[in-house]
C-alpha cells in the first residue's frame, strides 16, 4: 500500500463542520469554522462576530478562521440551533425561546416584564441565570460563551399606535414561535401567527398579518417601517442572543484555544450590547423621520395583564424552573 506524505495528509479528514485549508506550505493545518447566525449583516450582532472571528484568528495564529453566515444563510433560527447540536455548524447566536426546545428552564428566562431594564437584565443572565443554564445546556449538546445582545421586544402595526392594553385587541401579530411571547400577545388580546423571520418583510407588505414585535434594532435593520405604520415601545419581553458552540466542535478546540474562545465572546458580547444600546435612541429617531408613530405607553397596566400569560409559561416551561428563575429575579431585587 503506497504511503501518504505530509502534504496529502493535510488535506484530508476534514469533519462535518470543519474544513481543512490545505496550506501553500508544510505547517500546521489551518481549521475552518462555521458560525451562522440570523441578524442582518449590518446589526452589531455581525460586528460582534467579524470581531470574534478577526481576534480568534489572531490569538491561534491563524490556526482557526471562521467563516460567518449571517441573515439566515443556513437557515433560520430553528434550524441553526438544530445544527449546532448536530455539528454541521460550529457556532451561532440562539436565543433562550430556541434553546428552551432542547430544555424547558430556558423557557422560565422570557417572562413578560420580568426585566425593569437591562441595568437588572444583565447581571441577572451574566450570573445565576447562566450559571443555571450552561450546564442544562451541555447536556443537550451546546456550550455557553456568553451572553450577547438582542435586546427588548416592542410592537409594530399597521392598524393603530398603541397606547393601552386595549389598543392590542384583534391586532394579528406575527411572533416566533416561542409560547412565552405568543402568550404575552395574547394576554393584551391580540391572536398570534407564527411566520418564519425571512418571510416576515413580505408577510407584513401583504397584510397577512397587522403587525409583528421585536427588538427595535431588528425593527429598524429590517426596515419594518417601510410596511408598518406605528411603533408602541411595549418592552414586553427580554431576549438575548446566547453565543453557543456545538458541545462537539468545543471537544475539538485545546483547552487554550476555549480559553481564547471564551475570552473573545466576552469582549464581542460586550461590544454588541454597547452598539445596540448607544444606537437604539437614534435608531427610534430615524424611524420617527421616516413616517413611523413611536409611542411610549405607561406599561404598568400592560404588566397587569399578564397573570394568565405567567401560568401558561410556568406549565410550558414547568413551575419549579419558573419559580427559580423568579427567586433568582428577587434576591437581585432585595426580595429574596
Known sequence: MPTLDRRHVLTLGAAAGFTLAAPAVLRAATVTMRFAHFADENHPANIAAKQFAANVEKRTDGAIRIAIFPNNQ???????????????????????????????????????????????????????????????????????????????????????????????????????????????????????????????????????????????????????????????LTQHVYNNMIHTVGANSWKKLSPQQQDIFREESTSAGDLMRKLIADAEADQIRKLEAAGMQVTRPDLAPFRAKMDGAYKRIADYAGADNVRTFQAMVDKFHGKG
Open 74 to 232: 443556513l437557515g433560520g433560527p430553528p434550524e441553526q440551533a438544530q445544527q449546532i447540536k448536530l455539528g454541521t455548524i460550529d457556532m451561532g447566536l440562539p436565543t433562550q425561546g430556541q434553546l428552551d426546545k432542547y430544555d424547558k428552564a430556558f423557557a422560565a428566562i422570557e417572562l413578560p416584564f420580568i426585566f425593569n431594564g437591562r441595568d437588572d437584565a444583565f447581571p441577572i443572565l451574566d450570573g445565576p441565570a447562566m450559571a443555571w443554564l450552561a450546564p442544562l445546556a451541555e447536556k443537550q449538546g451546546f456550550v455557553l460563551l456568553r451572553n450577547w445582545e438582542y435586546g427588548f421586544r416592542n410592537v409594530t402595526n399597521s392598524v393603530r399606535p398603541i397606547n393601552a392594553p386595549d389598543d392590542m385587541k384583534g391586532l394579528k401579530i406575527r411572533t416566533p414561535p416561542e409560547l412565552q411571547i405568543q402568550a404575552a400577545m395574547q394576554g393584551l388580546g391580540a391572536t398570534v401567527q407564527a411566520i418564519a423571520f425571512p418571510e416576515l418583510y413580505l408577510a407584513l407588505s401583504q397584510k397577512v398579518v397587522d403587525g409583528e414585535e421585536n427588538p427595535v434594532a431588528v425593527i429598524f435593520f429590517n426596515k419594518y417601517n417601510e410596511v408598518q405604520k406605528h411603533l408602541a
